[in-house]
């Protein structure tokens, strides 16, 4: 049994015409019931009642038949487009910028993932600081980029929802706030903070929202880690304001969590260079992060 037979026995079974079904597959009619005929040999059943002048009219078994017959057709051609997909995806190449969350939003088992289940792409990534994320998207050099929507230019990608966040303060238990239930931003007019560095993005964040409130934060500090910034916190009175789900991974007992009075979110996005066409390969992968879980 071939799955052309059944292409044919479907086009017979829907036209309830050898003729009309035959002009539709452009194949002679006499070729179309050798097929069907061959076909119910090799079962050892009657699909179609012949007897009738105007219409074919199915038999039980051709009733029955033609469930599982449409079933196989449309696994065939599912098989197809998958198999067809994973070729062009051959010796593919993906270029991911990401800003340093990967590991506080679970992606960098997902990407783990991905490479295992795609053996034949290639995908090159790379932690970098959100201002030179921004420079490569505009340079056309990265395929997809991992990245805080508000800082990136209007009208310069298609961005692509991943996560909400929202900002915090971050103090040593022992810190004077450290039993505060929540702060007024416009209060933190006399604290030193520590921050992750000008190119982050979030110090420029910062420095925005506290020049909202009436005053230019004291920024004393700055550094690339989170880690780093909160082993500067331990027992001193500076202080952090910092995205809750990406320092929250890093926190442990030594350390307090304040929220805002002010709710000021962040949205964490896939992001893609506008009116430009991803390779079969990027696109897989924009793809699959899009479905995580």
């Known amino acids: 049994m071939m799955f052309d037979q059944l292409n044919y026995f479907m086009a017979v079974y829907k036209e309830k015409s050898f003729s009309i079904a035959a002009v539709k597959l452009s194949i002679s009619q006499s070729a179309l019931s050798k097929q069907i005929k061959n076909l119910e040999d090799e079962l050892d059943i009657q699909l179609f009642d012949r007897q009738h002048r105007r219409m074919i009219v199915p038999t039980y078994a051709g009733d029955e038949f033609a469930i599982y017959a449409k079933q196989m057709i449309d696994l065939n051609k599912n098989m197809l487009l998958k198999m067809k997909k994973h070729s062009k995806l051959e010796k593919g190449t993906v270029t991911l910028a990401t800003i340093p969350v990967l590991s506080q939003f679970s992606l960098s088992s997902a990407l783990i993932d991905f490479i295992s289940s795609h053996p034949l792409i290639d995908v090159h990534f790379f932690e970098i600081e959100n201002d030179f994320i921004v420079k490569q998207i505009?340079?056309?050099?990265?395929?997809?980029?991992?990245?805080?929507?508000?800082?990136?230019?209007?009208?310069?990608?298609?961005?692509?929802?991943?996560?909400?966040?929202?900002?915090?303060?971050?103090?040593?238990?022992?810190?004077?706030?450290?039993?505060?239930?929540?702060?007024?931003?416009?209060?933190?007019?006399?604290?030193?903070?520590?921050?992750?560095?000008?190119?982050?993005?979030?110090?420029?964040?910062?420095?925005?929202?506290?020049?909202?409130?009436?005053?230019?934060?004291?920024?004393?500090?700055?550094?690339?880690?989170?880690?780093?910034?909160?082993?500067?916190?331990?027992?001193?009175?500076?202080?952090?304001?910092?995205?809750?789900?990406?320092?929250?991974?890093?926190?442990?007992?030594?350390?307090?969590?304040?929220?805002?009075?002010?709710?000021?979110?962040?949205?964490?996005?896939?992001?893609?260079?506008?009116?430009?066409?991803?390779?079969?390969?990027?696109?897989?992968?924009?793809?699959?992060?899009?479905?995580?879980?």
């Open 138 to 293: 505009k340079d056309n050099s990265i395929d997809l980029a991992i990245l805080r929507e508000e800082f990136l230019p209007d009208d310069l990608t298609n961005n692509y929802l991943l996560a909400e966040d929202h900002l915090v303060l971050v103090v040593d238990k022992h810190h004077p706030l450290a039993k505060e239930p929540c702060v007024d931003l416009a209060d933190l007019d006399s604290i030193e903070f520590i921050s992750l560095v000008p190119e982050s993005g979030l110090f420029q964040l910062i420095t925005d929202e506290c020049e909202k409130v009436g005053f230019t934060p004291r920024i004393r500090m700055t550094n690339t880690r989170i880690e780093t910034i909160l082993s500067l916190l331990r027992e001193s009175e500076y202080a952090t304001l910092m995205m809750e789900k990406s320092v929250r991974p890093f926190i442990d007992e030594e350390f307090v969590i304040i929220p805002l009075k002010q709710t000021i979110k962040s949205r964490l996005v896939l992001a893609e260079l506008r009116h430009n066409t991803l390779s079969p390969a990027a696109e897989s992968l924009k793809e699959y992060i899009l479905n995580l879980e």
